[in-house]
T-cell receptor
Framework: GNSVTQMEGPVTLSEEAFLTINCTYT??????LFWYVQYPGEGLQLLLK?????DKGSNKGFEATYRKETTSFHLEKGSVQVSDSAVYFCALSATTGNQFYFGTGTSLTVIP | NAGVMQNPRHLVRRRGQEARLRCSPMKGHSHVYWYRQLPEEGLKFMVY????????ESGMPKERFSAEFPKEGPSILRIQQVVRGDSAAYFCASSPANSPLHFGNGTRLTVT
């Protein structure tokens, strides 16, 4: 079946630190992969996506590379800011059926 | 293009009452998804609908919960005879086929 496993939180970092949030997936076929971000009191917003192996999604300084050999899509940012404090969700959409599968979310707090 | 609109933002119901949550998808989106989020927990898939059809309701409790997406008008998630355990944030998302999900800002249901 299809599933997403992401790093347990919460994660606390100092401003300008390097961020990695791990995400691995199980899927049949060739899914598309996504990172979503949720700020307090809001819905999820698409942060970045990748639709095939070796694709790199990037947005607002965040990056993630679709690694088929390790079935991973780790989120990285070189220098985090206080405004990056949020919950981050890794997700995949199955090759067929238009269904989406989300990880449990990783809470990030960046302190000045 | 307006985003996914959910209303109300906050809903308070007494035990035993009915809760009705509305979701207007983005223009041109024919796929609607409902998710539930409990405090400090991830997103739990509930139901996936296309116009007038339920495609996947595997995440929906068998009793008291129902969803519809009529030909005209918003998608409705209905919870009958609410109990305290139904208190949560309910998120709706929409998409065209084979595209990322766009989320609304959620309805926060409190059962007293």
């Amino acid at each position: 079946g299809n599933s997403v496993t992401q790093m347990e939180g919460p994660v606390t970092l100092s401003e300008e630190a390097f961020l990695t949030i791990n995400c691995t997936y199980t899927a049949t076929g060739y899914p598309s992969l996504f990172w979503y971000v949720q700020y307090p009191g809001e819905g999820l917003q698409l942060l970045l996506k990748a639709t095939k192996a070796d694709d790199k999604g990037s947005n607002k300084g965040f990056e993630a590379t679709y690694r088929k050999e390790t079935t991973s899509f780790h989120l990285e940012k070189g220098s985090v800011q206080v405004s990056d404090s949020a919950v981050y969700f890794c997700a995949l959409s199955a090759t067929t059926g238009n269904q989406f599968y989300f990880g449990t979310g990783t809470s990030l707090t960046v302190i000045p | 293009n307006a985003g996914v609109m959910q209303n109300p933002r906050h809903l308070v119901r007494r035990r035993g009452q009915e809760a009705r949550l509305r979701c207007s998808p983005m223009k041109g989106h024919s796929h609607v998804y409902w998710y539930r989020q409990l405090p400090e927990e991830g997103l739990k898939f509930m139901v996936y609908l296309q116009k007038e059809n339920i495609i996947d309701e595997s995440g929906m409790p068998k009793e008291r919960f129902s969803a519809e997406f009529p030909k005209e008008g918003p998608s409705i998630l209905r919870i009958q005879q609410v109990v305290r355990g139904d208190s949560a944030a309910y998120f709706c998302a929409s998409s065209p086929a084979n595209s990322p999900l766009h989320f609304g800002n959620g309805t926060r249901l409190t059962v007293t």
